[in-house]
């Protein structure tokens, strides 16, 4: 038993740095070549993992260490216990759900904002940092062709969070707060949202966290004639009668760019509505707004304008590397009312001048990374230009996979193509009983090669495959190698033509 006066080991018997300048030069190079390694490798492993659940309790120790290990050590058990065990999103054969895509100049973004480690969740806590990150919001908002109204040097401003999911909250707790001030604090009750069967399903999460009554959350039904966006006839009609029934519609989520099926929503129209009621109108533009910065797909932002916030995540089709989560909204005032906090001890004199952002007040959170140092190098040390032609040549691959399909006459295209992403089934001439049996057989078949990763969703009551192309490495070779493998096991299932 030790004393309670001497508790611990004297310092002259401890040596301890964890964080030795030449340590980590030479550590973090060798993490370096280890990671080089696997990206260079990737094409080897299965993209879909094989192991079953719970296979890491049997690959470890039951608990840590009390002795060091060396890096050596540690990168065996991540080459060997680990990589087996992830889904390898970074293959060029990940055509599942949105590929997450990534860059060289991401990764170092993120080594530079991991190694300040700052907290910043006020101005004076790092004041580059949250510069940094409102000058990175305005260069995106103007690339994305944004009104000004969104912008810092407008009357609107930007940040940038972790998930759509947090962007959503947010914009919803501003929009509560504002209904509340008119009906009163007790009338959470009758308080109205909006969005579709297809908006995602981190939406009704929000609302629900944001105390909106769960039979108060109206999903609208879509229909496959409309491309399943959302109708803003219906909209109208739902706000309609739930004023009649002495309810207060606040908000609407539209999309650009549907998770199933990147179906996008009547921006204008919706905004025309929303005005009507005066509620609030968000757009999730979480895959398909890093679309937009090419000329050509700008039209789906048009409405945008009128909107009273937007997001989009670069970590989806930008480069970034999760997380990063743009929301850009018009009256950050209006997130800071029920957001912002104020306890004495972090209390400063640039903060009280009322001449600062300290994004604390924007967020759920408080403390927050540095995260615009990554879309900073992105956009930097690719430059638009580059960064658009990445986008094109996606959505080049995705025509290309769209044509081999449709010339099959095994498959059909379930909706149209906009983005990069390919919604289609097999569905041959008469003979098969439950064509979504056939096509979870056929998906089942593709993905346990490992060859390739894709997956499926159900639209219109449809069960249809989704191709989406995207992952940073693909190369047409890969498209065409998938569309070799998926035609191999629709012969295998149906026979070839
Ligand atoms: C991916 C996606 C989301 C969820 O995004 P997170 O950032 O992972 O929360 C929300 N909406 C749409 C349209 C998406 O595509």
Same mark, same amino acid.
């Given at each position: 038993?030790?004393?309670?006066?001497?508790?611990?080991?004297?310092?002259?018997?401890?040596?301890?740095?964890?964080?030795?300048? @030449?340590?980590?030069?030479? /550590?973090?190079?060798?993490?370096?070549?280890?990671?080089?390694?696997?990206?260079?490798?990737?094409?080897?492993?299965?993209?879909?993992?094989?192991? @079953?659940?719970?296979?890491?309790?049997?690959?470890?120790?039951?608990?840590?260490?009390?002795?060091?290990?060396?890096?050596?050590?540690?990168?065996?058990?991540?080459?060997?216990?680990?990589?087996?065990?992830?889904?390898?999103?970074?293959?060029?054969?990940?055509?599942?759900?949105?590929?997450?895509?990534?860059?060289?100049?991401?990764?170092?973004?993120?080594?530079?904002?991991?190694?300040?480690?700052?907290?910043?969740?006020?101005?004076?806590?790092?004041?580059?940092?949250? @510069?940094?990150?409102? *000058?990175?919001?305005?260069?995106?908002?103007?690339?994305?062709?944004?009104?000004?109204?969104?912008?810092?040097?407008?009357?609107?401003?930007?940040?940038?969070?972790?998930?759509?999911? =947090?962007? *959503? !909250?947010?914009?919803?707790?501003?929009?509560?707060?504002?209904?509340?001030?008119?009906?009163?604090?007790?009338?959470?009750?009758?308080?109205?949202?909006?969005?579709?069967? /297809?908006?995602?399903?981190?939406?009704?999460?929000?609302?629900?966290?944001? #105390?909106?009554?769960?039979?108060?959350?109206?999903?609208?039904?879509?229909?496959?004639?409309?491309?399943?966006? !959302?109708?803003?006839?219906?909209?109208?009609?739902?706000?309609?009668?739930?004023? =009649?029934?002495?309810?207060?519609?606040?908000?609407?989520?539209?999309?650009?760019?549907?998770?199933?099926?990147?179906?996008?929503?009547?921006?204008?129209?919706?905004?025309?509505?929303?005005?009507?009621?005066?509620?609030?109108?968000?757009?999730?533009?979480?895959?398909? #707004?890093?679309?937009?910065?090419?000329?050509?797909?700008? /039209?789906?932002?048009?409405?945008?304008?009128?909107?009273?916030?937007?997001?989009?995540?670069?970590?989806?089709?930008?480069?970034?590397?999760?997380?990063?989560?743009?929301?850009?909204?018009?009256?950050?005032?209006?997130?800071?009312?029920?957001? %912002?906090?104020?306890? @004495?001890?972090?209390?400063?004199?640039?903060?009280?001048?009322?001449? &600062?952002?300290?994004?604390?007040?924007?967020?759920?959170?408080?403390?927050?990374?540095?995260?615009?140092?990554?879309?900073? !190098?992105?956009?930097? %040390?690719?430059?638009?230009?580059?960064?658009?032609?990445?986008?094109?040549?996606? &959505?080049?691959?995705?025509?290309?996979?769209?044509?081999?399909?449709?010339?099959?006459?095994?498959?059909?295209?379930?909706?149209?193509?906009?983005? %990069?992403?390919?919604?289609?089934?097999?569905?041959?001439?008469?003979?098969?009983?439950?064509?979504?049996? !056939?096509?979870?057989?056929?998906?089942?078949?593709?993905?346990?090669?490992?060859?390739?990763?894709?997956?499926?969703?159900?639209?219109?009551?449809?069960?249809?495959?989704?191709?989406? &192309?995207?992952?940073?490495?693909?190369?047409?070779?890969? &498209?065409?190698?998938?569309?070799?493998?998926?035609?191999?096991?629709?012969?295998?299932?149906?026979?070839? *033509?």
């Amino acid at each position: 038993m030790g004393s309670l006066d001497s508790p611990f080991p004297n310092s002259s018997e401890v040596q301890f740095h964890p964080l030795d300048p @030449e340590e980590f030069r030479k /550590q973090a190079h060798q993490t370096v070549d280890f990671i080089a390694d696997y990206c260079k490798n990737i094409e080897n492993y299965p993209v879909l993992s094989r192991v @079953e659940p719970g296979y890491l309790r049997d690959c470890l120790p039951a608990a840590a260490p009390h002795e060091p290990e060396t890096l050596e050590t540690i990168l065996n058990g991540v080459r060997n216990d680990i990589i087996p065990g992830m889904t390898n999103w970074l293959s060029p054969n990940f055509f599942a759900y949105f590929p997450a895509t990534v860059s060289t100049a991401a990764f170092l973004g993120e080594m530079l904002c991991t190694s300040f480690n700052s907290v910043r969740f006020n101005w004076l806590a790092s004041p580059a940092a949250t @510069e940094l990150e409102t *000058i990175v919001m305005d260069w995106l908002a103007k690339l994305l062709k944004l009104p000004r109204s969104f912008m810092f040097r407008g009357t609107g401003g930007g940040l940038i969070r972790g998930t759509t999911s =947090e962007a *959503i !909250l947010c914009t919803l707790v501003a929009a509560r707060d504002r209904a509340l001030e008119k009906v009163g604090k007790d009338n959470i009750a009758k308080l109205v949202v909006y969005g579709s069967d /297809q908006t995602h399903s981190t939406y009704t999460k929000a609302c629900q966290i944001a #105390g909106f009554l769960p039979s108060n959350i109206r999903s609208i039904p879509t229909l496959a004639d409309t491309d399943f966006s !959302l109708d803003p006839v219906q909209v109208m009609r739902a706000m309609k009668a739930d004023v =009649e029934a002495g309810l207060m519609p606040v908000y609407v989520c539209a999309t650009v760019g549907t998770t199933s099926s990147t179906a996008v929503d009547p921006v204008k129209d919706l905004a025309d509505v929303a005005e009507r009621f005066d509620t609030w109108l968000h757009v999730d533009a979480a895959y398909a #707004g890093s679309a937009c910065i090419c000329p050509e797909f700008r /039209q789906y932002l048009d409405g945008v304008e009128r909107a009273d916030s937007v997001s989009i995540s670069p970590h989806k089709w930008l480069l970034t590397y999760l997380d990063c989560c743009c929301l850009w909204v018009k009256k950050p005032s209006l997130l800071a009312k029920g957001l %912002s906090i104020d306890p @004495e001890y972090l209390r400063n004199k640039p903060s009280e001048s009322k001449s &600062v952002v300290d994004y604390k007040d924007w967020q759920v959170g408080v403390g927050r990374r540095f995260r615009a140092l990554r879309l900073w !190098l992105v956009l930097r %040390s690719h430059g638009v230009a580059n960064l658009q032609t990445h986008i094109w040549s996606d &959505v080049r691959m995705a025509k290309a996979l769209e044509a081999l399909v449709a010339a099959d006459p095994r498959f059909e295209i379930v909706v149209p193509r906009r983005f %990069s992403l390919v919604c289609f089934r097999l569905n041959p001439p008469g003979k098969f009983d439950s064509v979504d049996e !056939l096509n979870r057989k056929l998906l089942d078949s593709i993905n346990s090669t490992g060859r390739v990763y894709m997956t499926h969703t159900i639209v219109g009551g449809v069960y249809l495959l989704r191709f989406a &192309v995207g992952a940073t490495v693909t190369e047409e070779r890969h &498209v065409d190698a998938a569309w070799k493998l998926i035609k191999e096991k629709a012969d295998a299932l149906v026979g070839k *033509i």
